[in-house]
């Protein structure tokens, strides 16, 4: 199977923001990368400024994009787990997810001290934090700004 990780965090913490970075870092490694966009209340798709625009900009391969009973792949689905999900995206190295904070997946949660004041996830599955805070955490810990760090992480971790 395809490795999976998921980017999550609160509101406004800069998930896309996050992506945007580390898509083209993992990309001019020479992997190939899709995303998962998880859209909680539908999606209107590939409009100039939509985060999915944004990911394909950036330079995913492939680009989905997943709400409660559509699927954007030019197709109608009610799928809306990661594991109905994955097998779009078989043929990439490693499938990175926006949000998706229920699933019982890797997360990489990114918290901003001044947006929020906890952290989303208390789970077994965090893997990593992307922070500004001073908080101890129990997991790798990187600052907003060390992305060439986070790549690294994520392909030590998930591709080799």
Avoid: W
Avoid at 22 to 49: S, V
Avoid at 95 to 100: M, T
């Amino acid at each position: 199977m395809t490795p999976l990780v998921t980017i999550v965090g609160k509101s406004n913490s800069g998930k896309t923001t996050l992506l945007m970075r580390l898509i083209p870092e993992i990309k001019k490694r020479g992997y190939r990368i899709g995303t998962i966009k998880h859209a909680h209340h539908g999606f209107d798709m590939d409009h100039e400024g939509k985060d999915s625009y944004l990911h394909k900009k950036a330079g995913a391969e492939t680009v989905l994009v997943s709400s409660p009973g559509k699927i954007a792949m030019i197709k109608d689905d009610d799928n809306e787990s990661l594991s109905d999900l994955e097998h779009y995206l078989s043929d990439m190295d490693i499938i990175i997810c926006e949000g998706f904070k229920r699933e019982s997946k890797p997360k990489i949660e990114i918290f901003r001290k001044d947006i929020h004041k906890t952290p989303l996830c208390d789970d077994e599955n965090l893997v990593a934090m992307v922070t500004d805070s001073d908080h101890n955490f129990e997991v790798p810990i990187f600052g907003l700004d060390e992305i060439e760090g986070i790549a690294d992480f994520i392909i030590q971790r998930f591709l080799k």
